[in-house]
């Protein structure tokens, strides 16, 4: 049972989703016959109506088809991989070192041979999914104004309560903004001042967005929810300060001038909120019941600071982390032990990945997932799967990957077979250690190397069972605290999570011929391409549609 929970049936929308008193709190319950007006007359509708909201980011509307077996079809994509996770899993992780993957759905090979246009369907499909979310925003601060909620005699707690609604909403649009940003670059712009319909939207420039997506945070900081007071699965006020110090960190990227000093300001006060801590064993974080991680000496919270929440019975799409169970799965791994009846043989891992961790034994399994290895991070599957990859689409060319499993901590199944039950956290306390790291590296003087190096130790202490011997030590005694290892730490750490694009772009690799992985280029060991690759393009179908939109440079008008 989840602790800080609100129960809601959604009666709006193309989509619509409840939180539930259980343990999950999400509820596909789509119904469009209710007018706006209707919705947002009551506290419970203004409930409802936020959940929408949050739902759009676990939810497509209707369960699709999973691995190139599409049931359902919007705009050329299949709309079981519509699912902002899995869109944005795609484009940050699929692009790089990270992973490879079998299938052959439009667009989708195109990535990992870096060969995208702006007709790829899965970076247009990011690029709506993240307007669609923004617009659902829009709706709901447009109808939730102090003057609108007096007019419907919505005041006292019901009204304070809407208000950390309108707050959160902020935020969830902040983050989307961030992720057009980064992705993007450049997109159409539009908040809740402007009324749906009633103008085309104009381009925001990379500079601007990140100006207004600092202004925005900062202002909703004072309005959120303290943090660890939210209910589970809804932004608090340590959620606002993670995404200002990820952003503050690739400051340099979106505007051309770092502010590595924020950075460090903003994770600080992450780390040094009371309730956040590492759980124990890393091979427990991203299970069924990931819920219910929690840190030494009890807790509420475990280092998730914000989810997307799934449930295997109530939210039921092939998106998520469905998708990060299911895909990897083929070959001669054993479906059981992932919770699944049977998985996709899709997505796979490199041999640039691998060689970050120690050297493995390449066919033990007896410890299950990570296979005796020192750094329990390396949760990888190595039996019948081959290190060199001669093809892409061949399941065993690529290092298995064991990461997210749809079991228990005690290792019962999840609650479906097909679908997950694993929350999928989109911030969490080990990104703030490695930001502050990097940060003060880069020059940052609101922090220290002394706190810095202690930051990555306990992530490293964690990552080791406990033990010291991963650590490593002072300035100036081999293996040092550099930026370099920073960014392997990172592709340790945060594996799989949808941060790799990024951060091999802010270290000016991601295009580059000075780092390769097989077939980057579509090269077989990997080639350099073109910069402007550093950015995706505006989809051509909004240009055509939008007047005021202009592509960006490599990728024609």
Same mark, same amino acid.
């Given at each position: 049972m989840k602790k800080y929970s609100i129960i809601a049936v959604l009666t709006v929308g193309l989509l619509a989703v409840n939180l539930t008193s259980c343990k999950k709190n999400l509820v596909l319950a789509p119904n469009d016959q209710v007018t706006s007006l209707a919705v947002f007359s009551t506290p419970l509708g203004y409930e409802q109506a936020m959940a929408k909201v949050y739902g759009a980011f676990a939810l497509t509307g209707q369960s699709g088809g999973g691995g190139g077996q599409p049931d359902v079809t919007i705009n050329n994509i299949n709309e079981g991989a519509s699912d902002f996770f899995r869109e944005m899993w795609d484009v940050q992780e699929l692009t790089t070192?990270?992973?490879?993957?079998?299938?052959? =759905?439009?667009?989708?090979?195109?990535?990992?041979?870096?060969?995208?246009?702006?007709?790829?369907?899965?970076?247009?499909?990011?690029?709506?999914?993240?307007?669609?979310?923004?617009?659902?925003?829009?709706?709901?601060?447009?109808? *939730?104004?102090?003057?609108?909620?007096?007019?419907?005699?919505?005041?006292? %707690?019901?009204?304070?309560?809407?208000?950390?609604?309108?707050?959160? %909403?902020?935020?969830?649009?902040?983050?989307?903004?961030?992720?057009? #940003?980064?992705?993007?670059?450049?997109?159409?712009?539009?908040?809740? =001042?402007?009324?749906?319909?009633?103008?085309?939207?104009?381009?925001? *420039?990379?500079?601007?967005?990140?100006?207004?997506?600092?202004?925005?945070?900062? %202002?909703? =900081?004072?309005?959120?929810?303290?943090?660890?007071?939210?209910?589970?699965?809804? %932004?608090?006020?340590?959620?606002?300060?993670?995404l200002l110090a990820r952003v503050y960190l690739n400051a340099a990227v979106y505007t051309g001038t770092p502010d590595y000093n924020n950075a460090?300001?903003?994770?600080?006060?992450?780390?040094?909120?009371?309730?956040?801590?590492?759980?124990?064993?890393?091979?427990?974080? #991203?299970?069924?019941? =990931?819920?219910?991680?929690?840190?030494?000496?009890?807790?509420?919270?475990?280092?998730?600071?914000?989810?997307?929440?799934?449930?295997?019975?109530?939210?039921?799409?092939?998106?998520?982390?469905?998708?990060?169970?299911?895909?990897?799965?083929?070959?001669?791994?054993?479906?059981?032990?992932?919770?699944?009846?049977?998985?996709?043989?899709?997505?796979?891992?490199?041999?640039?990945?691998?060689?970050?961790?120690?050297?493995?034994?390449?066919?033990?399994?007896?410890?299950?997932?990570?296979?005796?290895?020192?750094?329990?991070?390396?949760?990888?599957?190595?039996?019948?799967?081959?290190?060199?990859?001669s093809s892409l689409t061949t399941f065993t060319d690529g290092i298995g990957v064991t990461k997210f499993r749809n079991v228990t901590h005690t290792g019962a199944q999840g609650q479906d077979p097909t679908f997950s039950d694993i929350d999928m956290p989109l911030f969490r306390l080990p990104e703030m250690y490695l930001i502050y790291a990097e940060a003060v590296l880069r020059g940052g003087t609101t922090g220290d190397a002394a706190t810095a190096l202690n930051y990555v130790n306990l992530i490293r202490t964690r990552a080791y069972g406990g033990s010291i011997a991963g650590n490593i030590g002072q300035p100036g005694q081999p293996p040092q605290l550099t930026l370099q290892l920073i960014l392997d730490e990172r592709a340790r750490e945060l594996f799989w999570e949808g941060f790799r694009r990024t951060d091999l772009v802010r270290y000016g690799l991601f295009t580059s011929a000075s780092y390769l992985w097989p077939f980057k280029g579509g090269a077989p060991t990997g080639t350099g391409v073109p910069d402007y690759r550093n950015l995706m393009p505006i989809p051509a179908s909004d240009l055509g549609a939008n007047p005021n939109l202009k592509q960006n440079p490599g990728y024609g008008n």
């Open positions: 070192d990270e992973a490879v993957i079998t299938y052959g =759905d439009p667009g989708v090979q195109d990535l990992h041979n870096m060969v995208w246009s702006s007709g790829n369907q899965v970076l247009q499909g990011l690029y709506y999914r993240s307007l669609f979310q923004i617009t659902l925003v829009n709706n709901f601060l447009q109808q *939730s104004t102090p003057a609108l909620l007096a007019s419907r005699n919505i005041t006292g %707690a019901d009204a304070t309560n809407i208000g950390y609604f309108r707050a959160e %909403a902020r935020f969830l649009r902040a983050y989307q903004y961030w992720i057009l #940003m980064d992705i993007f670059g450049n997109p159409p712009f539009v908040t809740d =001042d402007t009324q749906i319909g009633s103008a085309i939207p104009k381009q925001i *420039s990379r500079a601007a967005l990140y100006a207004y997506i600092v202004s925005e945070l900062k %202002a909703i =900081d004072p309005l959120m929810q303290k943090p660890n007071l939210n209910q589970y699965g809804r %932004a608090d006020e340590a959620a606002v300060w993670a460090i300001t903003y994770a600080q006060k992450v780390i040094t909120t009371p309730g956040y801590g590492l759980i124990p064993n890393f091979t427990k974080l #991203m299970l069924a019941d =990931d819920n219910l991680n929690s840190i030494p000496g009890g807790g509420k919270t475990s280092e998730f600071i914000f989810t997307i929440n799934y449930d295997g019975l109530k939210t039921q799409t092939y998106g998520g982390t469905q998708y990060l169970t299911h895909a990897p799965v083929g070959g001669s791994m054993p479906a059981v032990k992932f919770g699944e009846s049977g998985g996709y043989a899709g997505s796979r891992t490199t041999s640039n990945i691998i060689a970050l961790f120690p050297t493995p034994p390449t066919t033990d399994t007896t410890n299950f997932p990570n296979n005796n290895n020192p750094d329990t991070r390396a949760q990888f599957w190595y039996p019948g799967q081959k290190l060199v990859i």
